[in-house]
């Protein structure tokens, strides 16, 4: 199998990698039918691409086999962040191939040096409109058969305020976790994204909510009823730098 290279790999502090581990239990609880999970934001820089590829990272140290499969085309967190690079002599097959017609399944998929369970779909290439990619029949066809090879699909996508991916991409999954960014996006246009979920047909899990000054008010956003909260340390999706992030634990209902 051909094999990805992190290079920009960073521990955690511990408060963040104990929330994020909670998260990783709390996703259990959900039950074994959540297999294609996910994992987006209302806006950019909300912290959606730390928590999908860190909870795929510990879901894989638990010893899950997990892919991560990178779905946000027009503009890639995952790629940029972690430097992924791949070996000279292997060629560079990635999502938006295999959607357009080319290759198969076996080419999109990659171990990497995270964990030996952890596996990647990458973005090779980016694209200005991948709408009518997600709406190929391609696309539910790659995630069915991932879902028959992996214990967990978790899908980073584009956020939810400006374009259709993520919607479409729902609509294909089983379950979706929604990560807010505290004090920055608003209340109007998180209910707006948790709509676009529903409308999707795909169950809401939980909401993640980021970056959470101490001093402030950890229930600020309350959506008790669409899931569980989680609280850690968190990081946005363009800056290394982390600040105290709070929520509220509720049942799923």
């Known amino acids: 199998m051909k094999m990805l290279t992190l290079n920009n790999l960073k521990e955690l502090p511990y408060a963040a990698e104990e929330a994020l581990n ?42 899950h086999k997990v892919v991560l499969v990178d779905a946000d085309i027009r503009k890639s967190v995952l790629r940029s962040r972690y430097q992924i690079s791949h070996k000279r002599d292997e060629e560079f097959v990635g999502i938006v191939h295999y959607l357009a017609g080319q290759g198969s399944v076996d080419d999109l998929i990659y171990a990497t040096n995270v964990s030996e369970n952890a596996f990647m779909v990458p973005t090779t290439t ?21 879902a028959e090879r992996f214990d967990y699909v978790l899908v980073d996508t584009a956020p939810l305020s400006n374009v259709a991916d993520a919607g479409l991409i729902a609509s294909q999954c089983d379950g979706t976790i929604l990560v807010v960014r505290s004090g920055v996006t608003p209340r109007r246009m998180i209910a707006s994204s948790i709509k676009q979920v529903e409308r999707s047909g795909c169950e ?33 999706d363009d800056h290394s730098g982390g600040s105290r992030a709070g929520g509220k634990r509720g049942q799923k209902r």
């Not at 691409?49 to 894989?60: D, E, G, I, P």
């Not at 809401?204 to 899931?227: D, F, H, I, Q």
């Open 22 to 63: 909670r998260l990783r239990v709390n996703l259990g609880f959900c039950g074994s039918q959540f297999k294609k999970i996910v994992i987006t934001s209302t806006t950019p820089n909300e912290g959606k691409s730390f928590v999908s590829s860190n909870l795929w990272r510990m879901l894989a140290e638990a010893g």
């Open 126 to 146: 980016t694209v200005s409109n991948p709408a009518l990619l997600f709406q190929s029949k391609r696309f539910p066809q790659l995630l069915d058969e991932l």
């Open 204 to 236: 809401l899990l939980g909401v993640v909510l980021n970056r959470v000054e101490a001093r402030s008010n950890p229930y600020y956003y309350k959506y008790s009823k669409y899931g569980y909260y989680q609280d850690y340390y968190g990081h946005d």
